[in-house]
């Protein structure tokens, strides 16, 4: 446990309200958090080891009484297939374990092929990001480069001008009944930013800035809560409606979409420095942290009328947390001292017994809500949860070093 976690139980976080004013006045000690992750790590890989490793199964959810990663195959249509290389990249980033990197890069490959393929849908940036992208960041492999490349050339194929957007489920047009974008596609803009930096076309960085235009425009409702889904006519590029495909209803606010949304403008304000995506971001944020229980942790939809007795979504708040910790380096220094202090909390209340997997798992937390309208991954720990909790604490020990250094 950590200091912050003795500093602020739940019920003073209840009394003051989501990110209330209260401040610590203690360093967050996310070394013991991050060493935690390191040994889920090592016992998720040697448990993927005890038959014979297959680095073309990528680790999915834990549920139920399983301890285990339940895995599925590298393919496309797994959108959640670069979340474990991901994993692997960080603790790397943060151990400079030789073993992990060689694991990492082993995990890594499995995916480079989904480059040279006709893109299945808007995940390929999720996958290849977390995957190649951060091998990349960390190794400077140029193999890795290419691969990228090609992948964003080929998500770049999904943009459909007349509409400002990329297609997010060619597969779905029929059922939503138009072009659509789902609100987790603003994540997959940053590869194509990264590839209009890094020697592709500059083209693909004014489709991500279109997108997240056009996005801003039709996406949200006066209140800055999303819709899960904005269907478009293709050919007017008209904004038909606003619909949900994981969320409680078409009016209701899904958390992880909004969270998606917080994440994404922050990351496009980072790439464009264009002040109307800051005060965006900042916008949704200030959506998502007013719905928020006392423990910060959200329901998996705010509006779900069985609350308090719907399911949490882990994985929000740690998507969350993490965005929080760039956007809070953007802000005034009010903002900023307030969402550093949201990140903290979150990750503090994710860090607790309340969220951490028992002993006996090998993920890093649990209660996470994947699609709950289909039935699918209900209170479990979800490899995308790992994944965003991971790069939140990478990001807040380098917040750490930096300031210990000026
Ligand atoms: N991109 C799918 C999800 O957030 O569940």
């Known amino acids: 446990m950590n200091i912050l976690k003795l500093f602020f139980p739940c019920s003073l976080a209840l009394a003051m309200g989501a990110c209330g004013a209260d401040k610590p006045q203690e360093a967050y000690d996310v070394s013991e958090d991050l060493a935690y992750c390191h040994t889920k790590v090592t ?7 005890e038959d014979s490793v297959d680095y073309k199964m990528m680790p999915r ?39 992990i990197r060689k694991e990492a890069e082993n995990y890594t490959s499995s995916l480079g092929y989904l480059s040279r393929q006709p893109v299945y849908d808007h995940d390929l940036g999720f996958i290849m990001l977390c995957s190649y992208g951060n091998g990349y960041r960390l190794t400077a492999n140029e193999d890795y480069k290419n691969v990228l490349l090609e992948s964003a050339d080929s998500l770049a194929t999904l943009y459909n001008p007349n509409v400002g957007t990329l ?13 659509n974008t789902i609100m987790d596609n603003m994540i997959n803009l940053e590869l194509l930013f990264w590839a209009a930096k890094n020697g592709g076309s500059k083209d693909l960085y004014d489709i991500a ?8 425009e039709n996406h949200f409702r006066p209140d800055g809560t999303c819709f899960h889904v904005a269907v478009y006519d293709p050919e007017s590029g008209n904004f038909l409606k606003g619909v949900t495909h994981q969320g409680y209803s078409d009016d209701s606010t899904w958390a992880r979409g909004q969270a998606w949304a917080v994440y994404g403008y922050t990351m496009v304000y980072r790439e464009t420095r264009d002040p109307k995506f800051l005060d965006f971001a900042q916008k949704v944020t200030e959506a998502y942290l007013a719905r928020l229980p006392e423990d910060l942790v959200p329901y998996w939809d705010f509006d779900d009328p069985a609350i308090p007795s719907a399911p949490r979504d882990a994985s929000a708040a740690a998507v969350v947390a993490s965005a929080l910790l760039e956007l809070q380096g953007y802000c005034s220094a009010e903002k900023q001292a307030n969402y550093r202090h949201c990140a903290e909390k979150m990750l503090a209340s994710l860090g607790s017994q309340n969220y951490r997997s028992t002993e006996n798992k090998v993920s890093f937390l ?18 995308y949860a790992d994944y965003y909790y991971i790069e939140a604490l990478n990001r807040l020990k380098k917040l750490q070093e930096n300031e210990s250094r000026a």
């Open 43 to 49: 016992k998720g890989l040697m448990a993927l080891k």
């Open 61 to 99: 959810n834990i549920q139920g009484e399983e301890t285990s990663w339940k895995c599925r195959p590298a393919i496309a249509e797994e959108w959640c297939s670069g979340f474990w290389p991901g994993i692997l990249w960080l603790d790397y980033e943060y151990t400079g374990d030789p073993e």
């Open 167 to 179: 297609l997010s489920w060619p597969r779905n047009v029929e059922m939503f009944g138009g072009h």
């Open 209 to 216: 800035v279109n997108h997240a235009t056009t996005t801003m």
């Open 366 to 383: 649990d209660h996470s809500t994947g699609h709950k309208p289909a039935g699918s991954e209900i209170d479990a720990s979800i490899i």
